[in-house]
């Protein structure tokens, strides 16, 4: 990671950098990949989150951990297009043995089945796949992604790193 820095991104300080990584997610195929968080929650000050971006002179890529319980992090990424994965890799590959060393216990990651290009990534990372779980989902033009009726359930499997 010669040429790349992390740095843990604060909301309130550095919001401009929220949004644009925030921007990065796909918003050309909603029916695909309905957000699963608002801009408010993503930016939100909130202890239990932990967002770090990856520099190289402008912010490459953004890592989100989010604290489910104490020291297990369900983690999240986005990135400027073109990216190169090895950068990516590093970054990631950085950031988990920093929350794995100062006291995490685990870092998770739900993935669709039919995404093998981040199964694939987290595999690289040294993520083992542990289970498959189907949750359910609502369309995209109701707005909710979890209702209160059990409906259109899609599949998802559980990657976890231990310290």
Not at 17 to 38: C, F, G, I, N, T
Not at 134 to 140: D, E, G, L, R, Y
Not at 151 to 162: A, G, H, I, P, T
Request: hydrophobic share 40%; aromatic share 12%.
């Amino acid at each position: 990671m010669s040429d790349l820095e992390l740095r843990v991104l604060d909301p309130v300080v550095d919001t401009d950098l929220y949004r644009e990584a925030y921007d990065w997610r796909p918003r050309h195929k909603p029916h695909v990949q309905p957000d699963r968080m608002s801009f408010e929650t993503f930016a939100s000050d909130n202890p239990y989150y932990l967002t770090i971006g990856l520099f190289n002179g402008e912010m490459q890529a953004l890592y989100f951990l989010r604290e489910v319980e104490p020291g297990v992090f369900e983690a999240h990424f986005t990135s400027r297009l073109g990216i190169s994965r090895e950068a990516l890799l590093a970054g990631a590959t950085e950031v988990a043995r920093q929350i794995l060393a100062n006291g995490g216990i685990e870092i998770h990651a739900w993935v669709t089945p039919r995404n093998r290009p981040l199964r694939s990534f987290l595999e690289s990372l040294g993520f083992t796949e542990v289970c498959q779980e189907s949750f359910p989902c609502a369309s995209v033009s109701n707005g909710a992604t979890l209702p209160d009726k059990p409906r259109n359930l899609r599949q998802f499997v559980k990657y976890v790193l231990k310290g």
